[in-house]
């Protein structure tokens, strides 16, 4: 149980492009999910934490424009990164909000901006 | 401030070796505790977890911590490494409604 499943797992894009990243829980509702980046040998920055029927609320230096989040349904969160740029490329990963505070993690993206 | 604090970057060991990777948290109010084990190229996989009762909690994989608050540690623990275990570990915890604080990972390498 309690599987997260992210979509795709590896995207290659060109500059000015815009790529969506989908975060599905599988096998249960997730009111809350969180957005995280992952620069190379570091640890998880929370980007912005996604509530179901509501607003993302953003953490701070992170730009609401340009990562647009929308959590449509109790399964599904997407992150979208709107006109790309290389500095963009990373590793994102999407968690879902389980019981007792317990977050289960997606596989994680693998962003590449050429 | 709530913050936790993994202490070591890079963790050796000896495979058939104690693995001890060491995690300290500050938190006003009382913590839930997690450890969570990243792969290469991986998300992040819950290793353990404490919330409430026994203060020693069982994990995946043979991985083990305790929470010990008069130290206001939980430091993770397995008896003896193997190979499969050379990951990032990250040490992280839930200080009430507020989204998980993470430490910054310890990098567990596994010498045959």
């Known amino acids: 149980g309690a599987v997260v499943s992210q979509h795709p797992s590896r995207v290659i894009c060109k500059s000015g492009t815009s790529v969506k990243i989908e975060c599905r829980s599988l096998?249960?509702?997730?009111?809350?999910m969180f957005w995280y980046r992952q620069f190379p040998k570091k640890s998880l920055m929370l980007m912005a934490t996604?509530?179901?029927?509501?607003?993302?609320?953003?953490e701070q230096g992170v730009e609401k424009d340009k990562f647009l989040i929308n959590h449509a349904s109790l399964t599904l969160s997407t992150l979208t990164v709107t006109s790309a740029h290389p500095e963009d490329s990373s590793f994102y990963i999407c968690?879902?909000?389980?019981?007792?505070?317990?977050?289960?993690f997606g596989p994680g993206t693998r962003l590449l901006v050429l | 401030a709530q913050s936790v604090t993994q202490l070591g970057s890079h963790v050796s060991v000896s495979e058939g070796a104690l693995v001890l990777l060491r995690c300290n948290y500050s938190s006003s109010v009382p913590p839930y505790l997690f450890w969570y084990v990243q792969y290469p190229n991986q998300g992040l996989q819950l290793l353990l977890k404490y919330t409430t009762g026994a203060t020693l909690v069982k994990g995946i994989n043979g991985f083990e911590a305790e929470f010990k608050k008069s130290e206001t540690s939980f430091h993770l623990t397995k008896p003896s490494a193997h190979m499969s275990d050379a990951a990032e570990y990250f040490c992280?915890?839930?200080?009430?409604?507020?989204?998980?604080?993470f430490g910054k990972g310890t990098r567990l390498s596994v010498i045959a």
């Open positions: 996604s509530n179901e029927g509501s607003k993302a609320t953003y």
């Open positions: 968690s879902a909000d389980g019981t007792q505070e317990t977050q289960y």
């Open positions: 992280a915890f839930a200080p009430g409604n507020t989204p998980l604080v």
């Open positions: 096998d249960f509702q997730a009111t809350t």
